[in-house]
C-alpha cells in the first residue's frame, strides 16, 4: 500500500510520497521490501496514487532487491480495500497487505501460519500500544477471532489497547465484496461485511516494532528507537564498536568529534573539530564543515553544514544548504533545496518550504510555509481552553480564525461575541482579524452571553459562531467556543478539520477586495429576549408570583433577567447585578463564599428560590425558599421530577438526557411518569446532541447546567430558572417540597492518576472484567454491582481514569469505589 501522500508530514513529503521518505538513509518502502523478501516473499504489487512515477523510478521492477515488484495506480481515490481490488488480477493466491510507509520488524511468517491454522478470510496483525486514540481498535475472543472494530476512539470507547496495524493476509475470496472502481475501506466497509455474511476475521497479536511514521515527531522518534535497539531494522554502513555507523567512502577527519549512536552515509565528509553527537543520521553526499555541530539532527542526502553552524535536534531534506554561523535549533524541519544564509538563526519550531532563501542574519521565527508542527489536540471538552498569552496567544487565535473561516463557504457572515474581560477583548480582536482576512463577515455582538451569541447565530442565518470568555472553573484560563449554523458546538469531525487547516497552516486568503467586514447587529438582545419569552410562554403562562434572589454572578445575564421580571410576576432581587468579568473570574473559597451570601439573602428577603448564575450565565447553583443550597446531582434529580410531571413533560419528545455518571435515581424518577433516560457522553457537547433527538425534552448535567432544546440546544441560566418556575407553578409545589420527596442516592467519585500510555492497558482490563458481566459502554465501562454500579473512564486531555460508583448505602459505594480504583491502580502496575 504505497499510495500515502502523507500531509501531516510535510514538508517532508513536499517533494516525495510518504513511503519515500527516508529512515536511516533508506525510503520506508526499501526496509518494507527488505522485511518482506526477509520471509520469503518476492512477488510483490504496489498499490500507487500520489507521485507514483517517484516510486516507479525508484524501485523500477524490483530487479536490484531479487524481487518481481508490479504497480497498480489509481486514477481516483479507491480506498484501502478499493485499491487492492484494482490490482485483482495479480492477487489469484492467498497474500499478505502490508503499508508501504509504516516501519515494522514484525515476524510476517507467524502471522501467516497463524492464518493458515485458522482456515481464517482474513487475518489482521495486532500489536499492543499505550496510546490508541489515533489507530482503529480491535477486540477478540480467547482463540483470536474478531468480535468487534473501532475506528479511532476517544478515551471512552477505548476497550482494548489491541490496535489494527494494517498488515492483513488476505483470501482472495473478499473480492467478491468489494465493489469495482469506487471508494472502499478495509476496516470500517469490507471487515464487517465480511462478518455479516459469516465469514471468519481473526486476529493475530505479534511483538515486534512497529510505527505508524504520520507524524514528525514519530519521524524523529522511529531514527531514536532504531539506534537504541527497539527495532531490527537495517542500518546502513559499517558499525563500529562505538555504535557509529559508517557509509563507504566517507571521509571522517581524526579531529573530528563523533559521539555513538551516530549514521554517516555514503561519500559524507567530516571536517576537523565537527562534533557529531548521538542520535544524529548524515545522508550521503553530504559535508559538514570544520567546528560544525549536529546533535539529534536528521540530515538528508546532499546537504552542506557550513563552518561553526549548527543543527540542533532538526530535520533537513535534501539539499539544504546552511552556511557557516548559522543554527538550527530543536524541532525546525527545512524543506529541499532551501538555503540558510550566514549567521541566520531558524528559531525553535519553524518549518520551512522547499526551496526558500533565508538572508544572511535573519532571524526566522515562524514557518515559512502553510504547515504546521503536529500536536496532540486542539480542542477540548470545553472549547479550545488555556492560560491566557500563555497557552491562548493573540496568534494562536489569529490561526485558528483563519481554520475555521476556511473551513465555511467564502463571505459567510460569523456572529464573534465575548464576555467583559479584557483578555477576551484582545483576543476577540485578533479572532475577527482571521475570519475577515479568509474573506468571511464578523457579526460583532461585543459583549454578550454565549446564550445571545447561540440565539443569534441560529436565528440570523449565520454560518458559524465564536465566543470567547473566562473559564468558569479557573479564573486564570480563557476559553474559546465554536458553533455551527444552529448555534450548536461543533461535532468532532468539524473540530478536526479545523485542527488540521490550524496545524498545517492551509487557510484560505481573500485578496484586496474580497477581505471580510465587520458588522454591529442591532437590537440581538431584544431578539433572543423575545424569542426566551415566547418559548417560556409556549411552556405555559405564569399562575402566582415568585420571589426570587438572583445573584448573577457579574454575567451578561445582568442584561436580559432584570428586563423581563415584571413579565413573568417576579418580584427579583439581585446581587452582583452588573458585567464585569474581570471581578467575576474567582476561585471555588469565593464561589462558596457567595453561595453562603446568596443563602443569608433569601432568609433575610423570605424569598421563594435563590439563583446563583456562573459568568458565563450557562449554570445555575439553587437554594431552596428554607435556605438549602442544593448540590448539582441533587438539583438535577429536582428539575428531572419536575419535568416528567409536569405538563409539558407530558408532551411528545419529553424524555430526558444524562450523563452516564449521574445517579440511577432519575431513572425511576423518570418511570413514575412513564418517561425513559438517555444517556450520554460527559461533555457538553454529547449532552446537547443528546437534547437535539426529537424523543428528548429535557437535558441536564451534573454541574448546574441544563438544556430545553424547545428554545436553544444549549446551556442557559435565564432560560432554566424561567422553566423552573413555571414547572413549580404548574405542579403548584415549592423547590424545598420537591426536594424532601426526592430519593437518597450514594454516589462517589475519586480521579486515578494514570500515564497516557497506561490509559489503553486500563480499558482493556476493564473491558475483559466486564465481559461476562453485562457491562454498558455508553462511555467508559459501567460496570453492574449487586447494588449498584460502577463506571470507569479515562479523562480525554488530562493523565487521569475517574472511578465513579453508586450503591444503596454509604458503606456499600464506599466499598463498590475502593474495589475498582485499585483494579485500576492494578491494571496501571501490571495490566
Known amino acids: 500500500m504505497a499510495g500515502g501522500e502523507g500531509t501531516r508530514l510535510r514538508p517532508l513529503t513536499s517533494m516525495r510520497p510518504k513511503p519515500m521518505v527516508p529512515i536511516l538513509n533508506q525510503p520506508v518502502m526499501e526496509h518494507i521490501i527488505g522485511l518482506i523478501k526477509h520471509h520469503g516473499m518476492t512477488e510483490v504489487v504496489a498499490t500507487l496514487a500520489f507521485m507514483p512515477q517517484v516510486i516507479e523510478d525508484y524501485f523500477g521492477d524490483g530487479d536490484e532487491w531479487g524481487m518481481d515488484i508490479s504497480y497498480a495506480i489509481e486514477e481516483t481515490p479507491l480506498g484501502t480495500a478499493g485499491s487492492v481490488k484494482n490490482a485483482a488480477d495479480a492477487l489469484t493466491e492467498p497474500f499478505i497487505v502490508i503499508s508501504g510507509d509504516a516501519l515494522t520488524d514484525i515476524d510476517l511468517s507467524e502471522v501467516i501460519a497463524f492464518h493458515q491454522s485458522r482456515n481464517a478470510a482474513v487475518t489482521i496483525a495486532l500489536k499492543r500500544v499505550p496510546d490508541p486514540l489515533e489507530f482503529g481498535v480491535v477486540i477478540t475472543d480467547e482463540d483470536g477471532k474478531i468480535e468487534r472494530f473501532m475506528e479511532k476512539p476517544t478515551w471512552g470507547q477505548v476497550f482494548s489497547d489491541t490496535i489494527n496495524t494494517g498488515i492483513y493476509v488476505v483470501d482472495p475470496l473478499v473480492f467478491d465484496y468489494i465493489p469495482e472502481g469506487t471508494p472502499f475501506d478495509f476496516s470500517s466497509e469490507l471487515f464487517p461485511l465480511l462478518m455479516e455474511n459469516g465469514h471468519d476475521l481473526y486476529g493475530c497479536v505479534v511483538d515486534g516494532y512497529w510505527c505508524d511514521v504520520g507524524s514528525l515527531e514519530s519521524y524523529v522518534e522511529v531514527h531514536r528507537d532504531i539506534l537504541d535497539g527497539k527495532a531490527m531494522i537495517y542500518v546502513p554502513g559499517s558499525r563500529t564498536k562505538d555504535d557509529v555507523y559508517v557509509g563507504s567512502g566517507a571521509d571522517i577527519d581524526p579531529l573530528a568529534e563523533v559521539a555513538s549512536k551516530v549514521v554517516i552515509g555514503k561519500n559524507t565528509r567530516v571536517r576537523a573539530g565537527a562534533k557529531i553527537r548521538p542520535y544524529t543520521v548524515i545522508g550521503d553526499n553530504c559535508m559538514i564543515g570544520y567546528d560544525a555541530e549536529a546533535e539529534h539532527a536528521i540530515v538528508w542526502d546532499d546537504c552542506f553544514i557550513g563552518a561553526h553552524a549548527a543543527v540542533r535536534g532538526a530535520v533537513l531534506c535534501r539539499g539544504v544548504d546552511v552556511r557557516a554561523g548559522a543554527h538550527i535549533e530543536q524541532g525546525v524541519v527545512i524543506g529541499d533545496e532551501t538555503m540558510v544564509g550566514h549567521g541566520a538563526t531558524v528559531g525553535t519550531d519553524v518549518q520551512v518550504y522547499p526551496f526558500k532563501r533565508i538572508e544572511p542574519g535573519a532571524m526566522v521565527t515562524s514557518s515559512l510555509i502553510w504547515e504546521s508542527r503536529g500536536v496532540r489536540s486542539l480542542f477540548g471538552d470545553d472549547g479550545i481552553s488555556g492560560l491566557v498569552n500563555i497557552d491562548i496567544t493573540p496568534e494562536l487565535a489569529l490561526r485558528v480564525a483563519q481554520a475555521f ?76 467556543h465554536f458553533y455551527d449554523e444552529d448555534g450548536i458546538d461543533l461535532m468532532a469531525g468539524a473540530e478536526k478539520k479545523v485542527e488540521r487547516l490550524y496545524f498545517r497552516q492551509e487557510f484560505r486568503r481573500a485578496f484586496f477586495e474580497e477581505v471580510g467586514e465587520i458588522i454591529y447587529p442591532p437590537r440581538a438582545l431584544e431578539y433572543y429576549t423575545a424569542g426566551l419569552g415566547e418559548a417560556l410562554d409556549a411552556a405555559g403562562p405564569v399562575g402566582r408570583s415568585f420571589r426570587v434572589v438572583a445573584d448573577m454572578g457579574m454575567s451578561p445575564a445582568s442584561f436580559v433577567l432584570p428586563q423581563i421580571a415584571a413579565r413573568w410576576k417576579l418580584d427579583l432581587i439581585t446581587l452582583r447585578a452588573f458585567v464585569d468579568s474581570e471581578k467575576a473570574r474567582i476561585d471555588a473559597t469565593e464561589r462558596d463564599a457567595q453561595i453562603g451570601e446568596l443563602a443569608h439573602a433569601v432568609d433575610v428577603f423570605q424569598a421563594d428560590v435563590g439563583v446563583s448564575m456562573d459568568s ?87 454541574h448546574g447546567g441544563h438544556v430545553f432544546p424547545g428554545f436553544l440546544t444549549a446551556f442557559d441560566s435565564v432560560m432554566s430558572l424561567g422553566m423552573l418556575l413555571r414547572m413549580l407553578d404548574g405542579a403548584d409545589t415549592t423547590l424545598d417540597e420537591v426536594v424532601d420527596g426526592l430519593p437518597e442516592f450514594f454516589l462517589r467519585h475519586e480521579a486515578v492518576p494514570c500515564p497516557f500510555n497506561r490509559k489503553g492497558a486500563v480499558m482493556r482490563t476493564m473491558a475483559v472484567t466486564g465481559q461476562n458481566a453485562e457491562a454498558e459502554m455508553v462511555e467508559g465501562v459501567r460496570l453492574p454491582t449487586d447494588d449498584g454500579w460502577a463506571l470507569v473512564l479515562p479523562h480525554a486531555t488530562e493523565a487521569v481514569v475517574h472511578v465513579y460508583a453508586e450503591g444503596a448505602s454509604d458503606s456499600s459505594v464506599d466499598a463498590t469505589l475502593s474495589l475498582y480504583v485499585k483494579a485500576v491502580e492494578d491494571a496501571i502496575a501490571h495490566g
Open 616 to 702: 458565563s450565565a450557562e449554570r445555575l447553583t439553587l437554594v431552596t425558599g428554607s435556605g438549602r443550597v442544593l448540590d448539582h446531582d441533587t438539583a438535577l434529580h429536582a428539575m428531572v421530577k419536575l419535568w416528567c410531571g409536569s405538563h409539558v413533560g407530558e408532551q411528545e419528545g419529553a424524555d430526558v438526557a444524562v450523563p452516564a455518571t449521574a445517579s440511577r435515581v432519575i431513572e425511576g424518577l423518570a418511570a413514575e411518569c412513564g418517561r425513559s433516560v438517555v444517556w450520554t457522553g460527559g461533555s457538553r457537547r454529547a449532552l446537547c446532541a443528546a437534547a437535539g433527538r426529537p424523543d428528548v425534552g429535557f437535558a441536564g448535567s451534573r
Open 405 to 480: 473561516g476556511s473551513l465555511l463557504p467564502g463571505k459567510s457572515h460569523v456572529v464573534v461575541s465575548r464576555d467583559a474581560s479584557r483578555s477576551a477583548r484582545m483576543l476577540k480582536r485578533a479572532m475577527a482579524a482571521g475570519l475577515n482576512a479568509t474573506g468571511c463577515h464578523v457579526r460583532d455582538l461585543r459583549v454578550a452571553s454565549q446564550s445571545v451569541a447561540r440565539f443569534t447565530t441560529r436565528d440570523t442565518r449565520c454560518s458559524g459562531g465564536v465566543h470567547l470568555c473566562a473559564a468558569d472553573n479557573d479564573p486564570q484560563s480563557l476559553e474559546i
